[in-house]
């Protein structure tokens, strides 16, 4: 079974803080990483995804992998009432070279941000 | 625009009654998935295809099975549904490639209440 783990939180930070979610994973051979935001009642949407060592910038929102570690984050500079939500991290794995595009998702981390 | 249209935003039924939830996608992609998400478990993938006719087992199948006739659309069935079965269903869609960015796409989900 392949794991993906994250601090479920609440995660609680103030309007203008940076927001820092972790996510850590066992299978090794894993390709891509792509990190969701629910709103509640919502469906996920998805926010970015990386597959390369190092960060990744969009906007307010920065993913950070380190493959030697099995260890992805997401910062969220300048939080914003608007970003309070669950986040929940997924991962591709290398499983027999399939493409069939199967992500294992972590239970989610609960972000809440106070005006 | 991406988009995972499924048929019911909200959904009752009774313990029994054979339930069909649909879920069509107009991205023309190959692999299709069904989801459950029930509060504190995440969310678990019940059942995906990777090609029309073509199904897998997801990590809790039981109580389930699927149809997929035709590419677009991917049809979850609770052949008699039971009170553990009331559940948000979501549904999602990828593309097959093998590349490493094959993000899903979900629709809005079904909160389904068997009664």
């Known amino acids: 079974q392949k794991e993906v783990e994250q601090n479920s939180g609440p995660l609680s930070v103030p309007e203008g803080a940076i927001a820092s979610l972790n996510c850590t994973y066992s299978?090794?051979?894993?390709?891509?990483f792509f990190w969701y935001r629910q709103y509640s009642g919502k469906s996920p949407e998805l926010i970015m995804f990386?597959?390369?060592?190092g960060d990744k910038e969009d906007g307010r929102f920065t993913a950070q992998l380190n493959k030697a570690s099995q260890y992805v984050s997401l910062l969220i500079r300048d939080s914003q009432p608007s970003d309070s939500a669950t986040y929940l991290c997924?991962?591709?794995?290398?499983?027999?070279?399939?493409?069939?595009?199967?992500?294992?998702f972590g239970r989610g981390t609960q972000l809440t941000v106070w005006p | 625009d991406v988009k995972v249209t499924q048929s019911s935003r909200y959904l009752v039924k009774r313990t029994g009654e054979k339930v069909f939830l649909e879920c069509v996608q107009d991205?023309?992609?190959?692999?299709m998935f069904w989801y459950r998400q029930d509060p504190g478990l995440g969310l678990r993938l019940i059942y995906f295809?990777?090609?029309?006719?073509?199904?897998e087992k997801g990590d809790i199948p039981e109580g389930y099975s699927v149809s997929r006739e035709k590419k677009e659309r991917f049809s979850l069935i609770l052949e008699s549904a039971s009170t553990n079965q009331t559940s948000m269903y979501l549904c999602?869609?990828?593309?097959?490639?093998?590349?490493?960015?094959?993000?899903?796409?979900f629709g809005d989900g079904t909160r389904l209440s068997i009664l």
């Open positions: 295809s990777y090609d029309v006719k073509m199904k």
């Open positions: 999602a869609s990828s593309r097959t490639a093998r590349g490493y960015n094959q993000p899903q796409h």
């Open positions: 990386i597959y390369s060592n």
């Open positions: 299978d090794r051979g894993s390709q891509s």
């Open positions: 991205m023309d992609h190959e692999n």
């Open positions: 997924a991962v591709k794995a290398l499983s027999g070279g399939s493409t069939l595009g199967r992500l294992y």
